[in-house]
């Protein structure tokens, strides 16, 4: 298996991880509460750890692509910009310009 296969595993990983926390977040939320209305400490709560989780995916996929863009010789800090303002959008949006860049070449 090559490194953009496994990359690309990862990522469909970290997704498909992504949903099933959401759903299983609102399951248990529907369980524990009911029908009843969920207080707005917990609401808030939860949001901070989504914002938490979520900053956290950022930073690894900054750090990510700063190592990768190093390696292949590009500018680490504008890649490390993309992974940490977009995310695994931006190691995708990485992986797709190493692909077309590789295809491309005469």
């Known amino acids: 298996m090559t490194r953009h296969e496994k990359l690309i ?3 469909v990983a970290l997704v498909v991880l992504g949903w099933a926390a959401s759903f299983g977040k609102e399951l248990a939320l529907a369980s524990y509460y009911g029908s009843a209305p969920i207080p707005n400490t917990d609401k808030a709560l939860l949001a901070k750890l989504n914002t ?7 930073v690894g996929a900054a750090i990510w692509l700063g190592i ?3 390696a292949a010789a590009l500018k680490a800090w504008v890649w490390a910009l993309f992974g940490l303002f977009f995310g ?4 995708g949006l990485f992986y797709l310009v190493q692909l077309y860049t590789r295809q491309h070449k005469t």
């Open 9 to 11: 595993l990862l990522l």
């Open 52 to 58: 938490l989780l979520y900053s956290l995916v950022n």
């Open 88 to 91: 695994l959008w931006g190691v």
């Open 68 to 70: 990768e863009a190093r």
